[in-house]
């Protein structure tokens, strides 16, 4: 068993983060030097006008809503008698994407036939600051209808008589699905990988994998001002030590609400679960999680957050029940490249915790973030796609692999 869950670890990762390469295109028309940059979004190929005109050694004309590329020599007679003047080729950015009606079979293919193309002038893309700003909600908000794939490792500082140090880092997918018009499923699924230092010796412990966390939350597609989600929480027993887990399959019901004015998050997570399989030889489990969340977001993608977790052992000896951390950090939505990634810094001391235990922690966060984007959002990331690869060609640099 452990060997097979140490062999899908690598399957996780490699899953998690396909959808994150990206893969850089050049056109070569045959017989002409240079070469023109192709930006992918979403399956669709894009090829800047302007780059392709050059390339191709051809001047560009409109005629109605139709681009016509004119090679440099060709007749006059090629250019229709009703055509345009001649645009800047600065103002054709896009290659639409509207498909022509498809032939009847019987049709010869026409070799003068012209691509339909989009409305001369775009519609104005949604500005950068507009879009970090909405990815700062969806991000605070556990049921929006955001993938993403947080990793977030925890590091509790001072753990056990010898002060030594644990480590867990969570990796936790979040993928929303439709269910009709009205409502949405939200899975969360919370996978630890976990160092825990032996307890009663100043070296040596285990690592592997730690009791894996999925809960699902049912939320409506269009919430009102109080945004919530609610649904069932499990443990699963996937540790690969008895001290990674609690060896016992729970489970137990979730609840998610918050509200978002203006610049703030303001919410809470909660779920008790109660185990009813597993090991016979471990102790039951009846426990609490509560985490609340504050987060201030202010320009350029910061934002200051609060979210500590709290958790209750209902089965623990008195004073030994509650972990109550205190504490905050700062964050940013940004770019790597052209991957939205949501990175942040926290710190939190205990004000209680269970004897043994560690008295404070740090935990660092990236998220990668796949939001669904509009057509003009499409159309903004690939002019400036566009810009980039060709001022790198410019430069003379080659395109990034």
Same mark, same amino acid.
């Given at each position: 068993?452990?060997?097979?869950?140490?062999?899908?670890?690598?399957?996780?990762?490699?899953?998690?983060?396909?959808?994150?390469?990206?893969?850089?295109?050049?056109?070569?028309? #045959?017989?002409?030097?240079?070469?023109?940059?192709?930006? &992918?979004?979403?399956?669709?190929?894009?090829?800047?006008?302007?780059?392709?005109?050059? !390339?191709? %050694?051809?001047?560009?004309?409109?005629?109605?809503?139709?681009?016509?590329?004119?090679?440099?020599?060709? #007749?006059?007679?090629?250019?229709?008698?009703?055509?345009?003047?001649?645009?800047?080729?600065?103002?054709?950015?896009?290659?639409?994407?509207?498909?022509?009606?498809?032939?009847?079979?019987?049709?010869?293919?026409?070799?003068?036939?012209?691509?339909?193309?989009?409305?001369?002038?775009?519609?104005?893309?949604?500005?950068?600051?507009?879009? /970090?700003?909405?990815?700062?909600?969806?991000?605070? %908000?556990?049921?929006?209808?955001?993938?993403?794939?947080?990793?977030?490792?925890?590091?509790?500082?001072?753990?056990?008589?010898?002060?030594?140090?644990?480590?867990?880092?969570?990796?936790?997918?979040?993928?929303? /699905?439709?269910?009709?018009?009205?409502?949405? !499923?939200?899975?969360?699924? +919370?996978?630890?990988?976990?160092?825990?230092?032996?307890?009663?010796?100043?070296?040596?412990?285990?690592?592997?994998?730690?009791?894996?966390?999925?809960?699902?939350?049912?939320?409506?597609?269009?919430?009102?001002?109080? +945004?919530?989600?609610?649904?069932?929480?499990?443990?699963?027993?996937? #540790?690969?030590?008895?001290?990674?887990? &609690?060896?016992?399959?729970?489970?137990?019901?979730?609840?998610?609400?918050?509200?978002?004015?203006?610049?703030?998050?303001?919410? /809470?997570?909660?779920? %008790?679960?109660?185990?009813? #399989?597993?090991?016979?030889?471990?102790?039951?489990?009846?426990?609490?999680?509560?985490?609340?969340? +504050?987060?201030?977001?202010?320009?350029?993608?910061?934002?200051?957050?609060?979210?500590?977790? !709290?958790?209750?052992?209902?089965?623990?000896?008195?004073?030994?029940?509650?972990?109550?951390?205190?504490?905050?950090?700062?964050?940013?939505?940004?770019?790597?490249?052209?991957?939205?990634?949501?990175?942040?810094?926290?710190?939190?001391?205990? /004000?209680?915790?269970?004897?043994?235990?560690?008295?404070?922690?740090?935990?660092?966060?990236?998220?990668?973030?796949?939001?669904?984007?509009?057509?003009?959002?499409?159309?903004?990331?690939?002019?400036?796609?566009?810009? &980039?690869?060709?001022?790198?060609?410019? &430069?003379?640099?080659?395109?990034?692999?």
């Amino acid at each position: 068993m452990k060997r097979i869950l140490f062999s899908m670890l690598p399957l996780i990762f490699w899953l998690s983060f396909s959808a994150i390469a990206q893969q850089n295109l050049t056109l070569i028309v #045959a017989g002409q030097p240079g070469q023109a940059p192709i930006v &992918q979004i979403n399956g669709k190929s894009y090829v800047d006008i302007e780059a392709l005109a050059r !390339l191709t %050694n051809s001047s560009v004309s409109l005629k109605g809503n139709e681009i016509i590329l004119i090679p440099r020599g060709s #007749a006059p007679s090629t250019l229709p008698a009703d055509s345009e003047p001649s645009a800047p080729a600065g103002q054709l950015k896009l290659v639409a994407d509207r498909q022509p009606v498809d032939r009847e079979p019987s049709d010869a293919p026409d070799p003068q036939a012209k691509p339909a193309a989009s409305d001369q002038t775009p519609a104005a893309a949604p500005d950068e600051e507009a879009q /970090a700003e909405a990815l700062q909600k969806a991000t605070q %908000n556990p049921v929006a209808n955001l993938i993403s794939v947080p990793l977030q490792n925890n590091t509790n500082f001072g753990y056990g008589p010898y002060n030594r140090d644990q480590d867990v880092l969570n990796i936790q997918p979040v993928i929303p /699905a439709h269910l009709g018009e009205k409502w949405m !499923l939200i899975s969360r699924i +919370i996978q630890p990988i976990v160092w825990q230092p032996y307890p009663n010796q100043n070296t040596g412990g285990e690592y592997g994998l730690g009791d894996m966390n999925p809960t699902f939350f049912l939320s409506p597609a269009k919430p009102g001002k109080v +945004i919530w989600g609610a649904g069932p929480a499990f443990v699963i027993p996937t #540790a690969t030590n008895d001290i990674l887990g &609690q060896g016992k399959f729970s489970l137990g019901p979730s609840f998610v609400a918050l509200w978002q004015p203006e610049h703030w998050t303001i919410g /809470a997570l909660v779920n %008790n679960v109660w185990s009813v #399989a597993g090991s016979g030889s471990r102790p039951p489990v009846n426990q609490m999680l509560l985490q609340y969340f +504050i987060n201030y977001n202010m320009k350029k993608g910061w934002y200051m957050t609060m979210s500590p977790i !709290l958790t209750a052992n209902w089965r623990a000896s008195s004073g030994n029940i509650w972990t109550v951390p205190f504490g905050g950090g700062v964050g940013r939505i940004m770019k790597l490249g052209f991957q939205p990634v949501n990175i942040s810094a926290t710190f939190y001391g205990n /004000a209680a915790y269970p004897t043994g235990t560690s008295s404070w922690s740090m935990r660092l966060q990236i998220a990668f973030l796949f939001p669904k984007f509009t057509k003009e959002q499409e159309k903004m990331m690939m002019e400036m796609k566009l810009k &980039q690869l060709e001022q790198e060609q410019q &430069q003379g640099a080659p395109p990034k692999k």
